[in-house]
């Protein structure tokens, strides 16, 4: 079984920082493309970042230039550094792991909260 564990959400003014982890534990024969999505209040789940095991990376508009994706393949976890946070950054933030056991399945990760005050 394969699990995805999150950490590093919490509550940080306007301007701040904050740094997402998410590691990737369990029977795991490779993990290929890692994201985070984020799904604020009423609103659907939106894709923020994407890494994939090479380490190619694309950006939602709304972060771009503030937040960067980043991964550890010898640790299976992927990070979200996540800089000059704003008020609408607020939401509950997914990690997403395509791993590869006998074939390749999609895991998420519980979710932590990420709440920006103005």
């Known amino acids: 079984q394969v699990q995805l564990v999150e950490s590093g959400g919490g509550l940080v003014q306007a301007g701040g920082s904050l740094r997402l982890s998410c590691a990737a534990s369990?029977?795991?024969?490779?993990?290929?493309?890692m994201r985070w999505h984020r799904q604020a209040p009423g609103k659907q789940r939106e894709l923020v970042a994407v890494i994939t095991r090479s380490g190619n990376t694309n950006y939602a508009d709304s972060v771009k230039g503030r937040f960067t994706i980043s991964r550890d393949n010898a640790k299976n976890t992927v990070y979200l550094q996540m800089n000059n946070l704003k008020p609408e950054d607020t939401a509950v933030y997914y990690c997403?792991?395509?791993?590869?056991?006998?074939?390749?399945?999609?895991?998420w990760g519980q979710g932590t909260q990420v709440t920006v005050s103005s």
């Open positions: 997403y792991a395509r791993v590869l056991i006998n074939t390749y399945n999609d895991y």
């Open positions: 369990g029977s795991i024969g490779s993990v290929g493309a």
